[in-house]
Nanobody
Framework: VQLQACGGGLVQAGGSLRLSCAASGIISRSNNMGWYRQAPGKQRELVATLTNSGTTIYADSVKGRFTVSGDNAKNTVYLQMNSLKPEDTAVYYC?????????WGKGTLVTVSS
Protein backbone atom coordinates (compact mmCIF):
# COMPACT_ATOMS: atom_id res chain seq x y z
CA VAL A 1 0.00 0.00 0.00
CA GLN A 2 1.31 3.44 -0.92
CA LEU A 3 -0.14 6.84 -0.18
CA GLN A 4 0.94 9.60 -2.51
CA ALA A 5 0.38 13.18 -1.43
CA CYS A 6 0.86 16.24 -3.59
CA GLY A 7 -0.09 19.89 -3.80
CA GLY A 8 2.30 21.52 -1.38
CA GLY A 9 4.30 24.60 -2.19
CA LEU A 10 5.11 28.18 -1.29
CA VAL A 11 2.28 30.63 -0.78
CA GLN A 12 1.89 34.04 0.78
CA ALA A 13 -0.10 34.52 3.95
CA GLY A 14 -3.79 34.71 3.15
CA GLY A 15 -3.42 32.46 0.14
CA SER A 16 -4.76 29.01 -0.59
CA LEU A 17 -3.48 25.56 -1.46
CA ARG A 18 -5.16 22.24 -2.12
CA LEU A 19 -3.51 19.00 -1.10
CA SER A 20 -4.43 15.66 -2.63
CA CYS A 21 -3.71 12.13 -1.51
CA ALA A 22 -4.52 8.80 -3.09
CA ALA A 23 -3.79 5.28 -1.93
CA SER A 24 -2.62 2.65 -4.38
CA GLY A 25 -2.14 -1.04 -4.07
CA ILE A 26 -5.33 -1.57 -2.15
CA ILE A 27 -8.98 -1.94 -3.06
CA SER A 28 -10.53 -2.24 0.40
CA ARG A 29 -12.42 0.77 1.65
CA SER A 30 -10.57 2.73 4.31
CA ASN A 31 -12.11 3.49 7.69
CA ASN A 32 -10.53 6.89 7.91
CA MET A 33 -8.30 9.12 5.82
CA GLY A 34 -6.83 12.36 6.90
CA TRP A 35 -4.05 14.87 7.17
CA TYR A 36 -1.41 15.50 9.78
CA ARG A 37 1.42 18.00 9.83
CA GLN A 38 4.79 18.43 11.46
CA ALA A 39 6.46 21.80 11.80
CA PRO A 40 10.20 22.11 12.46
CA GLY A 41 10.97 21.25 16.06
CA LYS A 42 7.41 20.18 16.81
CA GLN A 43 5.55 16.91 17.07
CA ARG A 44 3.31 15.66 14.32
CA GLU A 45 -0.26 16.78 14.90
CA LEU A 46 -3.68 16.06 13.51
CA VAL A 47 -4.99 18.59 11.00
CA ALA A 48 -8.20 17.02 9.71
CA THR A 49 -9.70 13.60 9.13
CA LEU A 50 -12.62 12.11 7.26
CA THR A 51 -14.29 8.90 8.37
CA ASN A 52 -16.11 6.50 6.08
CA SER A 53 -19.38 7.71 7.56
CA GLY A 54 -18.60 11.23 6.43
CA THR A 55 -17.66 12.60 9.82
CA THR A 56 -14.96 15.24 9.78
CA ILE A 57 -12.65 16.23 12.60
CA TYR A 58 -10.51 19.36 12.58
CA ALA A 59 -7.80 20.76 14.77
CA ASP A 60 -8.98 23.93 16.46
CA SER A 61 -6.23 25.90 14.76
CA VAL A 62 -7.61 25.21 11.28
CA LYS A 63 -11.37 25.25 11.85
CA GLY A 64 -13.09 27.60 9.48
CA ARG A 65 -10.06 27.78 7.17
CA PHE A 66 -9.40 24.20 6.06
CA THR A 67 -11.81 21.71 4.55
CA VAL A 68 -11.19 17.97 4.28
CA SER A 69 -13.02 15.97 1.66
CA GLY A 70 -12.61 12.76 -0.25
CA ASP A 71 -13.97 9.35 -0.92
CA ASN A 72 -13.10 6.52 1.44
CA ALA A 73 -14.39 4.01 -1.10
CA LYS A 74 -11.80 5.28 -3.59
CA ASN A 75 -9.22 5.87 -0.86
CA THR A 76 -8.68 9.50 -1.74
CA VAL A 77 -8.56 12.53 0.52
CA TYR A 78 -8.14 16.23 -0.14
CA LEU A 79 -7.39 19.23 2.02
CA GLN A 80 -8.45 22.68 0.87
CA MET A 81 -6.47 25.23 2.83
CA ASN A 82 -7.63 28.84 2.77
CA SER A 83 -6.48 31.93 4.64
CA LEU A 84 -3.12 30.34 5.22
CA LYS A 85 -0.93 31.67 7.99
CA PRO A 86 2.84 31.44 8.51
CA GLU A 87 2.17 29.09 11.42
CA ASP A 88 0.64 26.62 8.97
CA THR A 89 4.12 26.03 7.56
CA ALA A 90 4.90 22.34 7.95
CA VAL A 91 5.29 19.05 6.17
CA TYR A 92 1.81 17.67 5.61
CA TYR A 93 1.26 13.92 5.69
CA CYS A 94 -1.76 11.94 4.64
CA UNK A 95 -2.72 8.85 6.55
CA UNK A 96 -5.11 6.06 5.78
CA UNK A 97 -6.56 3.69 8.35
CA UNK A 98 -7.93 0.29 7.49
CA UNK A 99 -9.28 -2.39 9.78
CA UNK A 100 -5.90 -4.15 9.83
CA UNK A 101 -3.58 -1.18 10.09
CA UNK A 102 -2.62 2.27 8.95
CA UNK A 103 -0.28 3.78 6.36
CA TRP A 104 1.41 7.15 5.94
CA GLY A 105 2.36 9.07 2.84
CA LYS A 106 5.80 10.64 2.53
CA GLY A 107 4.64 14.17 3.10
CA THR A 108 4.42 17.37 1.12
CA LEU A 109 5.93 20.66 2.26
CA VAL A 110 3.73 23.71 2.71
CA THR A 111 5.51 27.00 3.28
CA VAL A 112 3.54 30.15 4.07
CA SER A 113 5.45 33.39 3.86
CA SER A 114 4.49 36.48 5.82
Amino acid sequence: VQLQACGGGLVQAGGSLRLSCAASGIISRSNNMGWYRQAPGKQRELVATLTNSGTTIYADSVKGRFTVSGDNAKNTVYLQMNSLKPEDTAVYYCRGIWSWGNYWGKGTLVTVSS
